[in-house]
């Protein structure tokens, strides 16, 4: 029998004291130092950080400097702490490690940080391989919503809709703009029907490219990205360790840039075995803003029955998942809080209960998983990769691409990760849209 706890607490949060109407509602039960979700309305101007470093001795103290670089790109920008609508956190740990410490450590930084917020924002944290730089134990990355972008922020010559501030630490897109969204992306073989893809920065190329071509399959170009986020998977060097292969994804992120010569939007990274075992090295997704607020929903009543939904999916039609997604100017945007089980011990079991945790989440805005534009999956499992990823599918599909349950496809990224805190096997996270 599955017992639900009864919201204690709806608040709305306020970006700024002199604003008349929120920008964003978080919804928080129980005694989490996170909320269970936020409703972003569509008046607010969302902005992507990249992601943040921590650096000192221990992770305390890297939590703390990596919020903090967090607060001084917000008051650089004009924005605050109260503006924060969503956290990741990607703390490195070792495959089956106990991350009882560390998220302790983490929890602590986390409610100091937001202790002057009404609320605190939403949250996912996951264990990682590790970091581009390889002292750091922490990074972290974030949404803002806000009632207006970046005060200090350059609108970007190539997408009116788009701004860059803080050094490019964050990108802001303007309120009522419609978004698309991709799942995650491989590279390709270097040769057709191969089983080679190259090494790192050949794979970063190849992964970018495939990006790019999903931009221009919308009418959209590299000008036109808010944000991206990159998975990286270590590598086997001769003597069978581990390592992760930075110096090439970096060079590779550098000259995709440089030979377009376009302005590379911030970006987020973080590493785990991902799908390594398949010789794939770095997987992509990213964020984008139609220069034209309307984008592919200019065709469409804003309430017709041609298209009363705020979601357009785009893809193979024979696969379960959504290649892109558009959301319209006008949809309200909730973003969940990972979702986690700790009563099975079965990656099938795990996953159902944490997706059933997010449909009860999603009630509580009064839509369903039909209004679910993206899901990640974080998966922490050793043994047999087939086995393990097919049991997870099999409970993805019991909610979604589901004739009679829900015939609806989100984008996805189900990533293999290093570790969650003992004994979970699996965390999803799901961003929604409805016009309700």
């Known amino acids: 029998m599955r017992f639900f706890h009864p919201i204690t607490l709806i608040i709305v949060a306020l970006s700024h004291l002199a604003v008349a109407q929120p920008v964003m509602e978080l919804i928080h039960t129980d005694e989490k130092p996170y909320s269970d979700s936020v409703a972003v309305h569509p008046d607010a101007a969302i902005s992507f950080t990249k992601s943040f470093e921590g650096r000192g001795n221990g992770l305390a103290a890297q939590a703390a400097d990596a919020l903090q670089q967090l607060d001084d790109a917000l008051s650089s920008s004009g924005l605050s702490r109260g503006d924060v609508a969503n956290v990741r956190a990607y703390l490195t740990s070792a495959k089956g490690e106990d991350m009882s410490d560390h998220m302790g450590a983490w929890n602590e930084a986390f409610k100091a940080f937001f202790a002057d917020n009404p609320l605190p924002p939403t949250r996912t944290t996951i264990g ?6 390889p002292d750091s134990l922490i990074a972290i990355d974030a949404i803002i919503a806000s009632s207006k972008p970046s005060a200090s922020a350059e609108t970007l ?11 490019n630490q964050l990108r802001s897109i303007a309120p009522y703009s419609s978004l698309l969204i991709t799942s995650g992306v491989l590279a390709d073989p270097l040769q057709e029907g191969g089983r080679d893809f190259g090494d790192m920065e050949q794979q970063t190329q190849s992964t970018l490219q495939k990006l790019e071509a999903t931009l221009i399959s919308w009418g959209l170009h590299l000008g036109d990205l808010a944000f991206t986020r990159v998975m990286l998977s270590p590598e086997l060097d001769e003597e069978e360790n581990r390592f992760l292969d930075t110096d090439g994804f970096l060079s590779g992120w550098e000259a995709f840039w440089s030979e377009k010569r376009v302005a590379a939007p911030p970006f987020s990274v973080f590493s785990g075995p991902g799908f390594s075992n398949s010789g794939r090295l770095i997987e992509i997704e990213f964020y984008a803003a139609f220069p034209d607020a309307s984008g592919p929903f200019s065709q469409f009543p804003t309430h ?7 979601i357009l999916r785009a893809g193979n039609p024979t696969s379960f998942l959504s290649g892109s997604v558009a959301l319209a100017r006008d949809a309200k945007k909730i973003w969940l809080s990972g979702a986690i089980d700790r009563d099975r011990d079965t990656i099938h079991g795990q996953a159902t209960e944490a997706l059933l945790t997010l449909h009860d989440r999603l009630a509580d805005h009064g839509i369903d998983f039909s209004s679910t534009a993206q899901l990640r999956a974080y998966l922490n499992f050793d ?9 997870w599918n099999t409970a993805y599909r019991r909610f ?3 004739k009679k349950v829900n015939p609806e496809k989100p984008v996805r990224t189900a990533f293999p990760i290093e570790n969650l805190p003992s004994p979970l096997l699996i965390e999803i996270e799901v961003l929604a849209a409805t016009r309700d």
């Open 157 to 167: 010559p190539a997408n009116p809709r788009l701004m860059s501030g803080s050094e």
């Open 400 to 402: 979604f691409d589901h």
């Open 304 to 310: 017709g029955e041609e298209q009363s939904s705020p």
């Open 383 to 391: 043994g047999p990769f087939g086995p393990n990823f097919g049991n």
């Open 128 to 133: 990682s391989f590790a970091a581009i730089d």
